[in-house]
Every structure is written in C-alpha cells, then in structure tokens.
C-alpha cells in the first residue's frame, strides 16, 4: 500500500470536529493550588455538539473553609453562598454523569489548572478520573493568532477577539460559555490551517517535538 493509501486510510478513521461531543469546564476556587489547601467553590460546564449546547452543568459548592476576600472581590462568592452548598464528594457523581464516557473531549482554558483541581478531589473521595482527551483554549489560541491579534491568551482578551455573546465574569458557568465561543472562534480558524479532526486538532496543540508528522503504522496486508 502506498503513502497516499495510508494517508486516505488514516484521515478515515479520524473524527470531523463536527462530530465530538465536547465539555468545556470552568472551576472558580478558594486559591490557587489545591495541594496547598485551595478548593473548588463553583464548577460551570457546557456540553456541546456539532457547534450546538446540548446541556450545561453549574452548581455551587461548600469548600469547608473560609473564601479569602480577594476572592471574594475577584469572584462575587463568598460563604454565604456557599454556606448550604453541597460538598464536592456530593457534586462528583453528578458531574461525571454530565461528562459522560471518554469518548468526551474535555476543553478548558488553561486546563492544567481546572484539571489539578478536580483530579485531586476526584482521587480524594475514590474516584478514577477518566482518561478524556484534552484541549486546552489558551493554547490553541496562541497558536492561531498573533501577536498582534492577541497580546495574551487570557479568557477576557480571547472573548474579545473571538466576539463572545457573554463577557468573561469570574463566575463558572458565565466563563464556560464565554469559552464556548472562543473553542468556535478557534474552529473556525484551525480550518485555514487545513485542520478539521479533533485527532488534528489536538496534534496541533501538542509542543512541536511532541507533534505526530507521519500516520500511525497500521498491519501488514
């Protein structure tokens, strides 16, 4: 079989962008790093297909300590809110119930953060976190904008360029969406780079050294 042979044999077997079933997730939180005894206090998610929200998820909860006031100022939450939320071991089933199986494509901006997050709970109360595919918004941002188009890859600069309907809040659910229409935004440019898998999509946002530049070997014929 010859290269084009693979080549066709390959792009076959990827998934159009079109087709996935995404989840993009935003935490808001009671500091920085969860290890450092940081917890979640509000978890937005939005699942979409084929360019059209399906469902979303939102819920508030109790990090079992005081919210400092800077997060408070930055956020809007502060204990009240929070006083009669649920406890994070009682939000997890719910949340993987709406993140379904992994077959989902988890979407994020600056997913590392979100995901020391929720992996940490996760591993915390019992829970095997599932092996979802990843993309992370600032990442592909920076690497289909400019400089000039985009000085950082920050959520609010990012909703901006992209002419998100709603405006970047600090608050989970009202992020998620701003971060839907910025993956579109970034869709629609990843297509002038000729990409149009998720398989595509997520080599392209992978470190150059990292980044697959023949098919995979397939079995003798």
């Not at 790093?33 to 929200?53: D, N, R, S």
């Not at 400092?68 to 949340?95: F, H, K, R």
């Amino acid at each position: 079989m010859n290269e084009n042979s693979w080549q066709s044999t390959f792009q076959e077997l990827a998934t159009p962008l079109s087709q996935v079933r995404f989840v993009v997730l935003d935490l808001e939180t009671s500091g920085g790093a969860p290890h450092l005894g940081a917890a979640i206090t509000e978890i937005g998610a939005v699942k979409i297909l084929g360019g059209e929200v399906l469902d979303t998820f939102s819920s508030l909860v109790n990090p079992r300590h005081p919210i400092p006031s800077y997060i408070t100022d930055l956020t809007g939450i502060d204990d009240a809110m929070v006083n009669d939320a649920p406890p994070i071991e009682n939000v997890l089933p719910d949340l993987f119930d709406f993140l379904g199986d992994e077959e989902t494509v988890f979407v994020a901006q600056n997913a590392p953060f979100d995901l020391s997050f929720l992996k940490y709970v996760a591993r915390a109360h019992g829970h095997q976190w599932p092996a979802f595919r990843i993309l992370d918004t600032a990442i592909l941002a920076r690497r289909v904008l400019s400089r000039e188009e985009a000085p950082n890859c920050k959520l609010g600069t990012l909703a901006q360029v992209f002419g998100a309907t709603i405006t970047p809040n600090h608050r989970a659910l009202d992020d998620a969406m701003a971060t839907v229409d910025v993956l579109h935004g970034i869709f629609e440019r990843l297509a002038g780079f000729e990409i149009f898998t998720i398989e595509d999509a997520i080599n392209f946002s992978a470190p150059k050294k990292s980044r697959k530049i023949t098919p995979p070997t397939s079995p003798k014929e």
